[in-house]
């Protein structure tokens, strides 16, 4: 026996093009990519990096060529910035060290805080290179005065350390080094970098190794980045081992 549906029969729509999307007006530019700009290639991009091919000497010489000019905004002013902007964030500084926050809007009492030089000023952060905020970060000054102009290293014999893991003490050849908080290791390698290539100041092997490792471990993060770029903003340079930290890789002996 033939049993008839009782549903309806579909019929399919007749097939009406879509009509062009409009431009978009009035949109905002795309952002600045992480690590991408005049100097830098974004991640990518699909253009070959500015840097591709060279190590070494060459890769220094380009790196120096395209990052060493920049403008001196003093020292004074350099501690302005970093207190009440640069490193100051909701009202409170943070040591890189320590940890210890303290709430400020204005330069505060060289005893409570102050400027870590990541490269001493005695070993030849001088003139500009006293002012570059590439390598200079806000710390407790008990802790700054523990660093004094000691190479970086592992510690393994600890005369003094902080709760965040900072530590004073002996290396393995009994060498007397400063190892920052895990967090910061990082920071410190990619800082030492940038002064050397752009001041022509050699690092010592053994801590040059310690850095090496340090940068690879302690990787570039979102803050990195983005300290990388205001600080770009007041000396007009980037540093480049932030936006590609693989950059330390290729170069032997900095």
Not at 102 to 113: H, V
Not at 143 to 148: E, G, T
Not at 175 to 186: D, Q, S
């Amino acid at each position: 026996m033939l049993v008839r549906s009782n549903a309806a029969t579909v019929r399919p729509l007749p097939f009406v093009p879509a009509a062009p999307a409009e431009p978009r007006r009035g949109a905002s530019p795309a952002p600045r990519p992480q690590g991408g700009g005049d100097v830098f290639e974004a991640p990518g991009s699909g253009k070959p990096p500015r840097f591709e091919g060279l190590k070494d000497k060459a890769l220094i010489q380009a790196l120096h060529d395209a990052v060493a000019k920049h403008k001196d905004i003093g020292y004074s002013q350099a501690r302005k910035v970093i207190f009440t902007a640069l490193d100051n964030h909701e009202g409170k500084v943070k040591c890189v060290y320590t940890g210890r926050e303290l709430r400020t809007n204005k330069i505060p009492n060289s005893s409570d805080m102050n400027v870590e030089h990541t490269w001493p000023q005695s070993k030849g952060a001088k003139g500009a290179a006293k002012s570059d905020l590439h390598h200079l970060f806000p710390t407790d000054s008990k802790a700054n005065s523990q660093r004094s102009s000691y190479p970086f290293g592992e510690v393994q014999k600890v005369k003094w350390s902080s709760p965040s893991g900072a530590k004073l003490g002996t290396d393995a050849e009994g060498r007397t080094v400063f190892e920052p908080p895990a967090e910061h290791k990082g920071n410190v390698a990619r800082a030492l970098f940038y002064f050397s290539t752009v001041y022509g100041k050699q690092i010592p092997a053994a801590e040059e190794a310690v850095l090496k490792k340090w940068n690879v471990q302690d990787q570039v993060d979102a803050a990195e980045l983005t300290r990388n770029g205001a600080i770009e903003k007041y000396q007009g340079n980037r540093n480049p081992f932030v936006d590609d930290a693989s950059l330390a890789q290729r170069i032997a002996d900095f």
